[in-house]
């Protein structure tokens, strides 16, 4: 069964990037799109951008400009930075797995709480 | 950008039917899923492919999408059921997520 298991920074000062990774355990990383996904406290999901095991990536427009994901087959993660981070950024962050052709996005990880504060 | 509408809330008594809409342009042209989230848990996909149940998502769910509206169906609703519900689609590469509806079970 397939676990995505995250780590990163929680606590970030107004400036700082945003680190997180995501490993996956247990499945192939292969023909799938690996997504970052994130909630801010009171609103609803925010989907950030996504990569698959070649390296292709997708953005939400809204956040291109800062965001960047890379991924490292040798060890099964990818991984999302965000630099120059405001107070608007603080949110619940999940990686998640996704297939092309409707199929949703059907793992996700356990979620990180990252707080932009000074 | 493309843009998805659900109603902010609805309410639904124990073992009766809930239906949650998604809205968007030629929104039965795209494939939609749900997304169910519960406080303090992440998100767990219920529905793909409009219609479809992953393993381990109880058959009371079901899915449908024509025209303008995705719907998710909620049968015989249990408590347990109640929950934030999201709607997806992809638009040109993108992911894009309806606003969320909170389902009380009064």
């Known amino acids: 069964q397939v676990q995505l298991q995250q780590r990163g920074a929680g606590l970030l000062k107004p400036s700082e990037t945003l680190s997180l990774t995501c490993a996956v355990y247990g499945g192939s990383f292969s023909g799938y799109y690996w997504s970052w996904i994130r909630q801010p406290p009171g609103k609803g999901l925010e989907w950030i951008g996504e990569i698959n095991h070649s390296g292709s990536t997708n953005f939400n427009p809204s956040l291109k400009s800062r965001v960047t994901v890379s991924v490292d087959t040798s060890k099964f993660q990818f991984s999302l930075k965000v630099t120059s981070v405001t107070a608007a950024d603080t949110a619940v962050y999940y990686c998640?797995?996704?297939?092309?052709?409707?199929?949703?996005?059907?793992?996700w990880g356990q979620g990180t709480t990252v707080t932009v504060s000074s | 950008s493309y843009e998805l509408t659900q109603p902010p809330s609805v309410s639904v008594s124990p073992g009766q039917t809930a239906s949650i809409t998604c809205s968007g342009d030629k929104l039965g042209d795209k494939y939609a899923c749900w997304y169910q989230r519960k406080p303090g848990q992440s998100p767990v996909l219920v529905i793909y492919?409009?219609?479809k149940r992953p393993s381990g998502i109880p058959d009371r769910f079901s899915g449908s999408n024509s025209g303008n509206t995705a719907t998710l169906t909620i049968s015989g609703t249990q408590a347990m059921d109640e929950a934030d519900y999201y709607c997806q689609v992809w638009d040109i590469s993108t992911v894009v997520f309806g606003g969320g509806t909170k389902l009380t079970v009064l």
């Open positions: 998640a797995r996704g297939r092309s052709g409707g199929f949703g996005l059907d793992v």
């Open positions: 492919q409009d219609s």
